[in-house]
């Protein structure tokens, strides 16, 4: 059974960082893109970055810049260094990956709070 643990959220100050995890265990790893989401209550999850197989990275336009998504394949982890946060990045954070499309259910998440 695939388990995707997501884990490093925390609360942070505005113009803090904070640098995310996911675990991925159950699943081949490395032939997969992998990305991050994020969701606030009341709206759809929303696409942070992602990160092909071959380490080709795409930003959602909000976090180009701040945000930077990586891949360990020996250890089927995918993590997100989250820097300059600002109180709009306040969400869960999500991963999930694929071979073309998500491929996964989601896991519980990690909770992010920007603020003072």
């Known amino acids: 059974q695939v388990q995707l643990v997501e884990s490093g959220g925390g609360l942070v100050q505005p113009g803090g960082s904070l640098k995310l995890s996911c675990a991925v265990s159950?699943?081949?790893?490395?032939?997969?893109?992998w990305a991050w989401y994020r969701q606030t209550p009341g709206n759809e999850r929303e696409l942070v970055a992602r990160i092909t197989s071959g380490g080709i990275t795409n930003y959602a336009d909000s976090v180009k810049g701040r945000f930077t998504i990586s891949r360990d394949n020996a250890k089927n982890t995918v993590h997100l260094q989250m820097n300059s946060l600002k109180p709009d990045a306040t969400a869960v954070y999500y991963c999930n990956g694929g071979r073309t499309i998500l491929n996964f259910s989601w896991g519980q998440g990690t909770q992010v709070t920007v603020s003072s």
């Open positions: 159950g699943s081949i790893f490395s032939p997969y893109f």
